[in-house]
């Protein structure tokens, strides 16, 4: 059975960092894109970043770029999202999801992903 399970999530000060993980089961990531996406309460689900696991081409929404970094772990079958420099409105809560097509350079949306984990909340306050 294929799942992603995301974990790392917790309340955070402005300023600070967290790192998130996302293990995937049931399938290797080698020929997978991830992405990450975020949702706040009263907004729509937003996408945050993607890299694609067969040449590690990568993107970032503008609100996140020079502070979020993403990466796998094809051994471990894991894909990290590094926050740093972490803002209240980076409060959501955070999903990994997984499709088996390539993404097109530039903007992640919703639609186009056919894995999801159940999310992980991530708090940034003082």
């Known amino acids: 059975q294929l799942q992603l399970v995301e974990s790392g999530g917790g309340l955070v000060q402005p300023g600070g960092s967290l790192r998130l993980s996302c293990a995937a089961s049931?399938?290797?990531?080698?020929?997978?894109?991830i992405a990450w996406f975020r949702q706040a309460p009263g907004k729509e689900r937003e996408g945050v970043s993607w890299?694609?696991?067969?040449?590690?081409?990568?993107y970032y929404a503008d609100s996140v770029k020079g502070r979020f970094t993403i990466s796998t772990d094809n051994a471990e079958n894991t894909v990290y999202l590094q926050m740093n420099s972490l803002k209240s409105e980076d409060t959501a809560v955070y999903y990994c999801?997984?499709?088996?097509?390539?993404?097109?350079?530039?903007?992640?949306?919703?639609?186009?992903?056919?894995?999801w984990g159940q999310g992980t909340q991530v708090t940034v306050s003082s």
């Open positions: 890299i694609s696991s067969s040449d590690d081409t990568t």
């Open positions: 999801a997984a499709t088996r097509f390539e993404l097109v350079p530039g903007p992640v949306y919703a639609y186009e992903m056919d894995y």
């Open positions: 049931g399938f290797t990531l080698d020929y997978y894109a």
